[in-house]
Nanobody
C-alpha cells in the first residue's frame, strides 16, 4: 500500500504565505507525477499544480505566479509554496501521486487525506 501524508495547512491572513508538504511512503517501484488539488466548500475538486518525475510543472491559471510546486525525489516528498494568499484560496488541499507499485507495471493514483488552508480577509 502507498500512503500520502500532508502537512503545513493552517490559518493565514490575506497576503501571507504557507508551505504544504506531502510525504509518500510504501511499496513503490516508480513514482510518476505528483500534484496538489483543492476543494472549496460547495465546489468540485480542482487541480492546483502538478509536477512530473522529471520536474516539469503545470499550474492552474488562478495560482500562476503565486504558488510554486517542487519535489524532492530522495525524500519522496512534494511541496507547495503558496504566496500572496487570497481568501478565495481557502480550501482543503489534497496531495495526489501516481505510483507504479512493486510487482506491477501500471500507474495508480493515490490521494492524501487533505490539509485545510484558511485565508482570512
Amino acid at each position: 500500500q502507498v500512503q500520502l501524508v500532508e502537512s503545513g495547512g493552517g490559518l493565514v491572513q490575506a497576503g501571507g504565505s504557507l508551505r504544504l508538504s506531502c510525504a509518500a511512503s510504501g511499496s513503490m517501484r516508480r513514482l510518476n507525477s505528483m500534484g496538489w488539488y483543492r476543494q472549496a466548500a460547495g465546489k468540485e475538486r480542482e487541480l492546483v499544480a502538478d509536477i512530473t518525475s522529471g520536474g516539469g510543472t503545470n499550474y492552474a491559471a488562478s495560482v500562476l505566479g503565486r504558488f510554486t510546486i517542487s519535489r524532492d525525489n530522495a525524500k519522496i516528498t512534494v511541496y507547495l509554496q503558496m504566496n500572496s494568499l487570497r481568501p478565495e484560496d481557502t480550501a482543503v488541499y489534497y496531495c495526489k501521486a501516481n505510483v507504479i507499485r512493486s510487482g506491477t507495471f501500471f500507474g495508480t493514483d493515490y490521494w492524501g487525506k487533505g490539509a485545510l488552508v484558511t485565508v482570512s480577509s
